[in-house]
């Protein structure tokens, strides 16, 4: 019913630069918030960054200054872009977003999730 495509992941050198991208897709009649959760190996989910439906924005303290979250509301997308890499921002990253249509209220959905690598 609903989708959420991620691109934009790969490989970096430290202090380079990524942007993610992320689009719900599907029966959707609004979506509230939408994030990114980053997975490191043998670590827990943790959050990188949320935005609200209305540009309210929410990063976790290592990340702050460095990566960006913005959305476009027309396109149901949201990006993240990522200055000054470091390896230890390397991760799988998650797009998540809580959509509402006919079916639910505010449900929470998640992509598959973009690879990023950053090298020393």
């Known amino acids: 019913q609903v989708q959420l495509v991620e691109s934009g992941g790969g490989l970096v050198q430290t202090g380079g630069s990524l942007r993610l991208s992320c689009t719900v897709s599907g029966f959707i009649f609004s979506i509230n918030t939408m994030g990114w959760y980053r997975q490191a190996p043998g670590k827990e989910r943790t959050l990188v960054a949320t935005?609200?439906?209305?540009?309210?924005?929410n990063y976790a303290d290592s990340v702050k200054g460095r990566f960006t979250i913005s959305r476009d509301n027309h396109k149901n997308t949201v990006y993240l872009q990522m200055n000054t890499l470091r390896p230890e921002d390397t991760a799988v990253y998650y797009c998540?977003?809580?959509?509402?249509?006919?079916?639910?209220?505010?449900?929470?959905?998640w992509g598959q999730g973009t690879q990023v690598t950053v090298s020393s």
């Open positions: 935005i609200g439906s209305g540009g309210s924005t």
């Open positions: 998540n977003a809580r959509v509402s249509n006919y079916l639910e209220l505010d449900r929470e959905h």
